[in-house]
């Protein structure tokens, strides 16, 4: 059993650990391709530390701690009732509190979730800050949905979740279609429900009531540094580069306004009905007004925008030719294909902003052609890493400036950038981001997990 089309072989050991993953887990095919990515690293730790076979780590952290699945019953504007499935993985808490986004899509489902989970205690890992690992969410679809209907819907959601979270439990933030609106009708009825005003509850809270100065652009904005830092690896910079950023959301637009500070020009960006095209530069400005104020298509950008900027709707975002590629939409986004064409069109650096967006035989080819690669648990861990400066700023009843705020994450970036070589070269691979995120982030739990003895 293989977790994708040519994807590299199972270090010798690895494989009947994997076999186990995915007989205990049928069909949860997102989660067995995680799950495969940290195991083609870890053989060199198992060497390396005998005792985490000893003391089972391995089958231990593939096993979430708790997983709770939920029914949501809520009412449409036109009087029907609606029906959801929400989820909360608590994965692993041996860092912290689980803490993990929560994402509405229609897609959502228990292997997804235990996808993002099981990624999430490895990125926080890295972030070097006191978090444990989770995500939740649910199948409901916001596409097309009043704010009404949207605020019905956090609040049936919330109305089961309260009672498995806290400051001191379970912090869940934003992921895809949940953002600052759904975190505050999260906010308000668990507020309501527990008459507490524990800020540090949720993240990504508004400014006015509890959030954090940066929190916002932090997922974007971190995934640049950390690019910034692998081109200064080369002796290069943003300056003068095209890069192509997929996606039209959150991360995807601090993407671009962090690189149009750097003296990149983002040329494209995509949302799931197509791609644009804007080779003066995507407008970021126009971009936010129209996915975070109007929620309108990409389509609006090419009417609003004119001149040269062309909407396309056959092919892929990854047909067109770039410097660096930064893919910030979704799991599974860049297949072997859209590898082979970003190299034969001479890419130089892949940094993923989204969790999982390369397939394992993308990665793959990208690995072997050279292209320098970061995976998302390392170059997107900036959103989290500032979720967790947010519970700082609530524990102490503090807030911080954008500046000084905006200084620590990079520094963060910077430092998750450094952790990610020393650990591949230490152990034996040197210049891999994907063993050197996988091992820090590995070693980190596993440590803390020896430690706590087996529960
Ligand atoms: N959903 C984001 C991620 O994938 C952020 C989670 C958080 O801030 O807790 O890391």
Not at 194 to 221: C, F, H, I, P, Q
Not at 254 to 272: F, M
Not at 373 to 378: I, S, V
Request: aromatic share 8%.
């Amino acid at each position: 059993m293989n977790a994708g089309h040519n994807a590299a072989p199972l270090p010798p050991g690895m494989q009947s650990h994997f076999d186990t993953v995915v007989a205990r887990n049928p069909g949860e095919r997102e989660f067995h391709q995680a799950v495969y990515e940290v195991m083609q690293s870890l053989a060199p730790v198992e060497e390396a530390r005998p005792e985490y076979s000893q003391w089972s780590i391995l089958k231990r952290i593939c096993e979430p701690e708790r997983q709770i699945i939920f029914r949501v019953p809520w009412v449409a504007d036109d009087g029907e009732v609606q029906i959801n499935r929400g989820f909360r993985v608590e994965f692993n808490s041996a860092l912290g509190p689980y803490k993990g986004g929560l994402r509405f899509h229609p897609s959502v489902n228990l292997s997804i979730i235990k996808f993002l989970g099981f990624e999430q205690v490895f990125k926080n890992a890295l972030t070097g800050m006191p978090i444990g690992g989770g995500k939740g969410g649910s199948d409901f679809d916001p596409k097309g949905r009043s704010d009404a209907e949207i605020m019905r819907f956090c609040q049936s959601f919330m109305t089961e979740l309260y009672r498995h979270i806290g400051e001191y439990t379970d912090v869940p933030a934003g992921d895809i279609g949940v953002g600052g609106r759904e975190i505050g009708y999260l906010f308000g009825q668990y507020k309501r429900i527990t008459n507490r005003y524990e800020a540090g509850v949720l993240s990504g809270k508004g400014l006015t009531w509890g959030g954090s100065l940066v929190r916002t652009e932090a997922t974007g904005y971190g995934t640049v540094f950390f690019a910034q830092s692998m081109l200064k690896e080369k002796g290069q910079d943003f300056g003068g580069k095209k890069v192509v950023v997929s996606g039209s959301g959150n991360v995807a637009i601090y993407a671009v306004e962090k690189l149009h500070q750097l003296g990149a020009t983002v040329i494209a960006v995509s949302d799931s009905n197509g791609y644009v095209v804007d080779e003066a530069g995507i407008d970021v400005e126009l971009l936010k007004d129209i996915k975070e104020v109007r929620r309108e298509r990409l389509t609006a950008y090419v009417d609003a925008r004119g001149g040269n900027a062309r909407h396309v709707t056959d092919g892929s975002i990854w047909d067109v030719p770039c410097d660096v590629a930064l893919p910030c939409a979704t799991q599974n986004e860049l297949e072997e294909i859209h590898a082979k064409q970003l190299v034969a069109n001479g890419v130089q650096l892949v940094a993923e902003g989204a969790n999982m967006p390369c397939t394992p035989a993308a990665v793959a080819l990208f690995q072997s052609a050279g292209v320098a690669y970061a995976p998302g648990k390392a170059s997107n861990a900036g959103g989290v890493a500032t979720s967790a400066l947010e519970m700082q700023q609530n524990a102490s009843r503090d807030s911080w400036e954008f500046d000084e705020t905006e200084e620590k994450l990079e520094e963060i970036m910077t430092h998750i950038h450094e952790r990610c070589l020393t650990t591949a070269e230490e152990f034996g691979d040197p210049g891999n981001y994907v063993t050197g995120a996988n091992l820090a982030g590995y070693l980190k739990v596993a440590d803390a997990m020896v430690s706590m003895g087996v529960i």
